[in-house]
Each structure stands twice: as C-alpha cells, then as structure tokens.
C-alpha cells in the first residue's frame, strides 16, 4: 500500500504527538506506559462501540457537557488503527469485522464469502464457552457494526439474509431495530418473529409499549425490536438506549453462565457526521456517555467486568474551530464520508491494561479472548 510508505513519517510523527498527548505526556521523545493494573481475568465483557466517535467527538461532548463525562473516569487508554484491507478509509463493516473476528475485511463486506467461509466472531466464540451474549444498538440489528458479530453474509447491504444469520446463533439479548427485516420479508416467505418464538425466545417490540414497562422474564432469551427499520435520533425522542444498556447487564448476569459478552453501539454519532451536523453528533455522544457511566458503575460494583470503549473509525473530519459568543462551539467538517484518523480505546477493569498502547484494529479481538482467557 503506497499511502503507507509515502506518509509514513508524517503520520507516525503526528499519531505520537496524539499518543503522548493521550497518556498526559510532556516530554516529546520517552515512551510512557499506562499505569499496570494487576492481572486478573474477566468474567464479564462490555464492549461500547461509537461509530464515528473520534477523539474530537468526545472532546466536543467533554466541553459541550454541562458535567464531567463518564469518559473521563477511564484511565487506561490506547489507540487503534482502522484501515480495511482494501482501502485507508475504513467502513463500519470492515472495521467491526476486524474487531469482530480478528481480520480485515474489503469496504461493505464482512470478511466472508458466498461459501460461508470467516473466522469465528468474539460472540460466537463466546457463546461456544458457555457465556452469555447481548447486542444493544440505537440502528437496526442488521446494520453493519452488530451484523458482523453475527453474519457470514458477503456484504452489508443484505439485510433480509443477515437477519435470518440471527437464527443461527443463540444470543440471549437483543435490542435494536429493523423488525421488517425479520417479519416482513421480501425475499422469502420465512417470519423470523415466528422462528424465535419457536426456539423458545421472548420476542416484544415497539408495538407492545416501551422495553422500561415491558414484563420480561429472566433467564429466557429476550428480542425487543425498537424500530421497524431504523430508530429515530435522540433529538427526536429515541429514548431506550441507556436503559437497555443497564436492563441488558442485569439480564445477561441473570442468565447465571460462566459470564457474558455484551455488545453496545450507540449507531447514529456516524449519522450526525454523514449529514455534517454537529448539534446531532454531539447529542449522540452526550447519551452514549450516560450508558457508559451506567456500564461503569456496573463493573465497579461487580469487580469482574471488563469495559471497553471505542469507535469502529472517525466519521466527517470533525473539528471544534472556536467558540460563540454564547459559548456554544462552532464546529467544522472536513468530508461527508469516514477519515483514517486513529481513534481511541478506553478500558477499565480485569485485563484494561492489554487495551493500552498503540495497535491495528484486529488486535481487539484477540484482547477480547484474552482478558477473557479464551485464547
Ligand atoms: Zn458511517
């Protein structure tokens, strides 16, 4: 890859600075480590990913907050590179299945093939080892970042297919939208509402009121549809997100197994950029910091989870250029697509310190296994 040789110096120089800057370094030239928590393993993983949450993402939510953001709690950071096998900017299903299975993949596909052929997931592999696994997202299920945890699909766009991928799995908690893709299909006759009924899952949508007046039973797999294709932004009034975060830790810790995988992705940060509002990319990373203080206070408490935060790439070139009058900040837009920035990587917990450093989106997927010692 010429872009890789050509800028190298550049890039390397510039991602140090970032880097260093991260770890509150002050000298330019000594590498500085994270603070080394003892080694003990996780019996629990949070996984929160913001798609399109780049680290000027954050800052803006940091310095548009009326609070000090969960995110600040974190003291254990790295940094991971997002480029797809194909091309230096990366889309959302060629990052997530490299933190998914391990591998690079070409823009819009998962890896995969008509043969059915990619590595096992970190869900996949996690269900095999007796845990239990939840998917939370404020898009449908199919969308690209939770789809590659599940799918073997060639490309991202099949939505219908990627559903019927959910039948193959056994995950005990999903919540997001995209019901049509399961109920009301246009490429068979199957009704995967029926199908999960059958394999013995609680199934409950929008249509029989909010997921917080729902009467759920535990220990029985349990499938809310928020949406009947994609939900609606925070601004608009989306508001099941946080809870769904913090109902789904209860509920897969009360499915009693040798422990759980949790999925998060709060979806539409990566919207707000496509469409270069700013208000909406900072509304979305606000509420996505509230579920993360809520994943936070879970794993303090219960001493054995492992959470992470990150971002599957960056999303609009997104930079804080000043502030108004008002105090407000005035925010600028580079592309309506992704960018190659790096993007950051915040850990706490049993096997955090494996998360620092600087290292290609693939390696998220073998820490997983590890801090989980299933590798
Ligand atoms: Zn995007």
């Known amino acids: 890859m010429r872009w890789m040789q050509s800028q190298v110096f550049t890039k390397r120089k510039a991602l140090c600075v970032l880097f260093l800057a991260l770890l509150g370094c002050s000298t330019g030239h000594q590498m500085v480590t994270a603070p080394i ?29 009326k609070r000090v953001m969960n995110i600040e709690r974190f003291k254990i950071i790295g940094l991971q590179k997002t480029h797809s096998k194909d091309n230096l900017i990366t889309d ?6 490299a933190m998914a299975r391990g591998v690079k993949a070409d823009n819009a596909t998962f890896g995969s093939s008509l043969e059915r052929k990619a590595p096992k997931s970190v869900l996949e592999i996690a269900e095999e080892n007796e845990y239990a696994t939840g998917i939370t997202v404020t898009s449908s299920v199919t969308h690209a970042t939770p789809a590659a945890f599940v799918t073997y699909q060639p490309y991202r766009t099949m939505h219908e297919s990627i559903a019927s ?11 997001g939208g995209g019901k049509k893709y399961f109920d009301r299909r246009n490429n068979d006759d199957r009704n995967l509402v029926s199908e999960l009924l059958s394999k013995g899952y609680q199934v409950k949508s929008y249509l029989d009121g909010d997921l917080s007046d729902l ?7 349990f499938v809310y549809f928020t949406a009947d ?21 209860r509920f897969l810790q009360n499915m009693d197994k040798d422990g759980f995988l949790f999925i998060i992705e709060s979806s539409q940060i990566d919207w707000g950029g496509h469409s270069n509002i700013g208000p909406m990319v900072i509304d979305e990373t606000v509420e996505f910091d509230q579920a993360i203080g809520r994943m936070l206070d879970f794993a303090q408490r219960d001493g054995e989870t492992l959470v992470i935060v990150t971002a599957d790439h960056e999303t609009g070139g997104f930079s804080i250029v000043q502030e108004d009058t008002k105090g407000e900040l005035i925010i600028g837009f580079n592309t ?37 010692g299933l590798d």
């Open 215 to 221: 009467t759920i039973s535990n220990g029985k797999r």
């Open 165 to 175: 991928d959910f039948m193959l799995v056994n995950i005990d908690y999903l919540v």
């Open 37 to 65: 928590q003892e080694e003990r393993q996780a019996k629990n993983v949070i996984l929160m990913i913001g798609d399109g949450m780049g680290l000027s993402q954050i800052s803006a939510g940091v310095y548009s907050s």
């Open 92 to 97: 959302s299903s060629a990052s997530a299945t």
């Open 336 to 372: 309506k697509t992704h960018t190659a920035t790096a993007v950051p990587v915040f850990a706490y917990g049993p096997g955090a310190e494996l998360f620092a450093g600087f290292y290609d989106n693939t390696e998220i997927h073998e820490k997983i296994l590890k801090a989980l």
């Open 229 to 249: 294709s994609e939900p609606i932004s925070h601004n608009a009034g989306r508001d099941y997100f946080v809870h769904a975060c913090d109902y789904g830790v």
